[in-house]
């Protein structure tokens, strides 16, 4: 079936330090790849996405590149700040599907 | 800009009472999906729409039902309350046409039973 694994645990980090977060994806044929961002108190919004492999999403100065040698599509930003700290989600779209698949999320503090 | 709005930000209700949680979106998408948020769990869809008066069943659909009746509008629906329902209820949409893959999210809706 079609699943994704992100690293368990909530991450915390100073401010402007570097930031990786690791997604896995289980998934036949092609799937698109997204990073949902979740603030406080709020939905969820797109924060990047790849639809091929090797393509490279990018967003407010967070990237992640579409792996499908390792089956990853990890969320990497060089240097975190306050207002960074929310939810991220990996999700991944079978190809012809409608269905989302969602990583269970991974909580980021960012610290003064 | 995509917008997703949801009727309610908070709701609080008794265990046994008829909840109606509703979504509309501005963008004449056709599909339109019920999720909902547990902390350790993630998100999990609970049923999902593709069309006006089609509805398809996610991964948790028990205890609840839906309603699309206009393009715009889906209604999740839960019949009789139950305590194990307090959750973060999230709507999303997208669209059937070359842009397939994005869902875009509703503010949520977070639903206590007592």
């Known amino acids: 079936g079609n699943s994704v694994t992100q690293m368990e645990g909530p991450v915390t980090l100073s401010e402007e330090a570097f930031l990786t977060i690791n997604c896995t994806y289980t998934?036949?044929?092609?799937?698109?790849l997204f990073w949902y961002v979740q603030y406080p108190g709020e939905g969820l919004q797109l924060l990047l996405k790849?639809?091929?492999?090797?393509d490279k999403g990018s967003n407010k100065g967070f990237e992640a590149t579409y792996r499908k040698e390792t089956t990853s599509f990890h969320l990497e930003k060089g240097s975190v700040q306050v207002s960074d700290s929310a939810v991220y989600f990996c999700?991944?779209?079978?190809?012809?599907?409608?269905?989302?698949?969602f990583g269970k999320g991974n909580q980021v503090v960012v610290i003064p | 800009d995509v917008k997703v709005t949801q009727s309610s930000r908070y709701l609080v209700k008794r265990t046994g009472e008829k909840v109606f949680l509703e979504c509309v979106q501005d963008?004449?998408?056709?599909?339109m999906f019920w999720y909902r948020q547990d902390p350790g769990l993630g998100l999990r869809l609970i049923y999902f729409s593709y069309d006006v008066k089609m509805k398809e069943k996610g991964d948790i659909p028990e205890g609840y039902s839906v309603s699309r009746e206009k393009k715009e509008r889906f209604s999740l629906i839960l019949e009789s309350a139950s305590t194990n329902q307090t959750s973060m209820y999230l709507c999303?949409?997208?669209?059937?046409?070359?842009?397939?893959?994005?869902?875009?999210f509703g503010p949520g809706t977070r639903l206590t039973v007592l």
């Open positions: 999303a949409s997208s669209s059937s046409g070359p842009s397939t893959d994005t869902q875009y």
């Open positions: 998934a036949t044929g092609y799937p698109s």
């Open positions: 999700a991944l779209l079978p190809y012809g599907n409608n269905r989302l698949a």
């Open positions: 963008m004449d998408h056709e599909n």
């Open positions: 790849a639809t091929k492999a090797d």
